[in-house]
């Protein structure tokens, strides 16, 4: 069983629906908790992070932490097309310094207009 | 616009061949990280570099695959020799990781190395 799971879609939304990405994770000691967003022959880039459980919310976007479920969400509100992208999931024990990142398997997200 | 670069963008060999690829981290990052993407298994850690020093690379077959950091403005990946099943997508991210904080690794484009 992997560290992290994620469902890798595809995943295919009409524009301006509410998508909702996850991942569930086995480690308790993940504290740290990251989407990336990765189009298509690009490498990934970071879209939000959140430390330990609650909600951050970013334009469009609030990333959900769960830690007594060990699950994290990704929520986009009023998608576009420009959302299309592979969306990763990674994360980390919490601590200063080097952590390795654990990544999702990502899940492919389309937006059709 | 700082942004991590990488060489050769695209790469097919045949079996047997060594591959060198390339990284240029963004300017005043202090580590240097090594992944290989594929469909199978994702996004992988190979290596890890920090202010040059290779601190993990559990990840990497070490019979045929070498990390090395030359300078800070240079990291470099091999394989020797390769074989098919190293098909996939290389990428190198760099970061700047400070005592305290969570850090971001900024991605390179990739390498996408195609072995026959």
């Known amino acids: 069983q992997k560290e992290v799971e994620q469902d890798p879609g595809p995943l295919s939304v009409p524009e301006g629906a509410i998508v909702s990405l996850n991942c569930t994770y086995s480690?308790?000691?993940?504290?740290?908790f990251m989407w990336y967003r990765q189009y298509s022959r690009k490498g990934p880039e970071l879209l939000m992070y959140t430390y330990s459980s609650g909600n951050k919310e970013d334009g469009r976007f609030t990333a959900q932490v769960d830690k007594s479920s060990k699950y994290i969400s990704l929520f986009i509100r009023d998608s576009q097309p420009s959302d299309s992208a592979t969306y990763l999931c990674?994360?980390?024990?919490?601590?200063?310094?080097?952590?390795?990142?654990?990544f999702g398997a990502g899940t492919r997200l389309a937006v059709h207009p | 616009d700082a942004r991590v670069t990488q060489t050769p963008r695209h790469k097919v060999t045949e079996m047997g061949q060594e591959v060198t690829m390339r990284c240029q981290p963004i300017l005043g990052h202090n580590t240097v990280f090594w992944y290989r993407q594929t469909m199978m298994q994702g996004l992988e850690l190979l290596a890890y570099?920090?202010?040059?020093?290779?601190?993990?690379d559990s990840g990497m077959p070490k019979d045929r695959f070498s990390a090395e950091m030359p300078d800070a403005t240079l990291a470099t990946l091999k394989i020797q020799p390769s074989e098919p099943r190293d098909s996939a997508v290389y990428f190198c991210?760099?970061?700047?990781?400070?005592?305290?904080?969570?850090?971001?690794?900024?991605f390179g484009p990739g390498t996408r190395l195609t072995v026959t």
């Open positions: 570099f920090r202010n040059r020093a290779p601190l993990d």
């Open positions: 480690n308790s000691a993940f504290q740290y």
């Open positions: 990674a994360m980390s024990p919490f601590s200063g310094g080097y952590n390795k990142l654990i």
């Open positions: 991210a760099s970061g700047l990781i400070l005592r305290t904080d969570p850090y971001e690794q900024y």
